[in-house]
């Protein structure tokens, strides 16, 4: 009987007798115990046997003529780790085969005690448990992979505070690798983030015992650069010590906070159609009085035109000859209930104040148009001063009822070449800072309206313009962050941290500019815009 | 007596608009206007005023801020926002101490009339026998929390019935009752509703809003205990007339938000009763042998006793609490129509009809049995040849 299904076993031994009792006791198993049998003497023929048929299963002696010991596994292994091994020794190699067993062997029968059925099972035995062992280590690699793979940063860390797992995307985001974290101390490994809150999320951790989800986590990655991260820590119980401690798991959030901030941002009133509910206003009221004014002028005609007449009726009596008309009287009645002192005091300043109304709508809708400036990506020469009167009354709303404005605009400003609708933006965020910081020393004292002042002056090459408030200014701990993404010490919902971010970018890196800033603590702060005249500064 | 409003706004421009518009109605306003909260705040504290008008947005002092203000010191005066802005979140805020809101730009006429009625509001705000009752009363019942909760949600722009269901599903009992109102055939609705949301969907947030402000008010003066009166009867009228008057509200094509009033002013319409009778058993057990004897109608007979009448003493209550200002005019004059400045189908002539033709119907009628409906009003106002329509409504 010889099928596919038969077990091939290669029988490596040079006693003859031996492996003469091997094959006789082989022999006599019976039942579903079908083999294969093939022997070779020498450790060489083997590898050479075995570079060519495959088996399912190796009987190795340990003494042979070209291996000594343990020598023989070792090669075999080396070379052909998937077939399992069965060892058939000799007693006295006892501490020998301890070894060897624990080297991965998968086992081993003295040859004084060779029993076919003792034999058949150790070989059925060996296959089997060799099968297992690869799938285990299959899995386990691929566990690795995976854990390589996933795209969320994994740390392990035992209780010793060792690091023990540092996956790829972990590499990736803090720029060191596997090799040089792993075995180092987790508390001291060097990478930037939140420590306290991450800290405080593994004493939690181990408190509790249930995961503990960490949001919003701010980190350095490699370069230096902000970012942030939700993660999740999990306590590990593994049964050795050494796979006990806790797994962080973070994801990268980044985007999607910018995204958030992005929608907040578009929430609030950074640009034209954000800040429309305050132009809405701001045209809402002139429209009001407009139109109580023209009713009123209306009023006052009839009236008017009801006094003429009756004026009109007395003249062409008198004219008629007639010394006594009974118009006088009427003229009186008509006069008395006309009002006609207040009309004369007040048309006027109806008037007057009619045309400033319709005067403000009209500058509002072209302050809209000037700042929201379509599709202008490229700079053009424009009239600064004009942009930044715009861009106040577009923003009127939102500064009006905190401070008063002052403007200083050099009439004399040459253009300056600019990308109109980021230069806007640029004094849009400046201006609201500055009512923001103006509204905090308003409502902590109660006092009254505070002052924006801006101006504009020509500095040899460069534009400067000057954006004053009488706010709190700026702490000595926090001046050298303002400048950066997300930093904000306004509540939620008030600051996102852009503002100063986006006008920095807009000033330095897209107009070759600079944007600095004086500040006195109580007194208030003055950023200071400067732009190049020349176009070739323009990088 | 020439009225007293104030208005408040910070734009110079516009109070001198406001001025020379409100002009020709000198003889019977005086008006001052002033530019910010506080200067507003000392008019107050120097004398009487009817009437505020304020703007939102103005710098230290907002204005719900001052009508806040003027809310708690100076209750009576009747409390107007005038504002231009957009902002949702603000209307919000108003809700609680304006009891009327008007956005920029306001249409002249408009604006008058709105005064005008906040003025007869003011009258009975101002009403020195009603006051002087009411400040007997220790603690006058304050608005139910859940309603002011509803409101809000009712407001704010992304509102859901689910939140608003959740809201008022906090109040077991009341939900129990208002599920109980729904499967009874009340307004119409024909679906079994087993849940809050059902029942929020089928009705509508304006709807629920008006059943639990009824609900809770009726709860807190509940008098089912009392002698002499049948709260079960009581509760059936006010449900019957506040059907009634949504029925009309609609059958006359009016605008939604006069349908949803139509119902809050029918449900309420009567509130007074409860209230005089909570806080003067002894007093309206008198008024009411009055009215058993026959001789007179309920108005008269308390007007003997209190010197006031329950349409009054109702009004007044939810005027405090700064009940939109139709609502009001419908609880206060849903006896005598003819004496407000109502001129259209509004939410006070349907409960008036209403009223008057559930007590036509009745056999024992709440308020004994002289006759209730003002028809020469009806006639003035061109109403009376709709009158067999709306019975057949019943
Ligand atoms: N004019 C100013 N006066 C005082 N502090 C300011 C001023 N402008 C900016 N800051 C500070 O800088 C921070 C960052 O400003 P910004 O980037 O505009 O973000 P945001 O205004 O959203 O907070 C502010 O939170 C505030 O602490
Ligand atoms: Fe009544
Ligand atoms: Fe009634
Ligand atoms: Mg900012």
Redesign the pocket.
Known sequence: MNSHLDIKILLIEDNPNDAELAKVKLAEVGGSFSYELFHVELLSEALVFLQESSVDVILLDLSLPDAQGDESVHALQKNFSQIPIVILSGSKESSLILRIVQEGVQDYIGKNRVDGELLAHAIRYSIERKKSERALLNSKAETERLLASISYVLIGVSEHDEVIQWNLTAEKFFGRTASEMLGTSFCQCGIQWDWQKVVQGILQCSEEGTPVHLHELWYLNGNGKKGFFDITLTRMHGHVEESRGFLILANDISERKQLEIELSLAKKMESIGQLAAGIAHEINTPTQFVSDNLRFLQDSFCAIQTVLTTYDQLFQTVEAGQTNSPFVDAIKRTLAEADLEFMKEEIPKALKQSLDGANRVSNIVRAMKDFSHPGTEEKKPIDLNRAIESTAIVARNEWKYVADMVTDLDPALPLVPCQAGEFNQVIL??L???A??INDVISQTEGDKGKITISTRVEGEWVEVRIA?T????SEA?RD???DPF????EVG??????????HDIIVNKHGGTLT?E?ELGK??T?VIRLPLQRTHVC | MKRRILFVDDEANLLEGLKRMLRPLRHEWEMEFVGNGAAALECLDRSNWDVVVSDVRMPSMNGVELLNKIKNQHPHTVRLLLSGQADTEVIMDAIGPAHQYLSKPCDAELLKTTISRACALGDLLQDEKIKQLVSQIETIPSLPSLYLELEEELQSCDSSLGRAAAIMSKDVGMTAKILKLVNSAFLGIQQTVTDPVQAVRYLGLDTIKTLVLTIKVFQQLDQSGSVGFDMQHFWHHSLSTGEQARKIAKEERAPQPVVEAALAGGLLHDVGMLLLLTYFPQRYQETLKLLANGECSLMEAEQETFGATHAEVGAYLLGLWGIPIPIIEALAFHHCPAKSLVQTLTPLIAVHIANGLIEEKDLQPLEGNSPCLDLAFLIELGLDDRLQNWRELL
Request: aromatic fraction near 12%; charge should be positive; avoid cysteine.
């Open positions: 965020n400046l609201i800072n500055g923001h910081t408030d706010g709190t200014g700026i926090v962050k303002i400048f930093f904000t010490t306004k008030k600051g996102t941290g852009q503002g100063l971010a986006i006008a800033f500040t208030g702060t950023f």
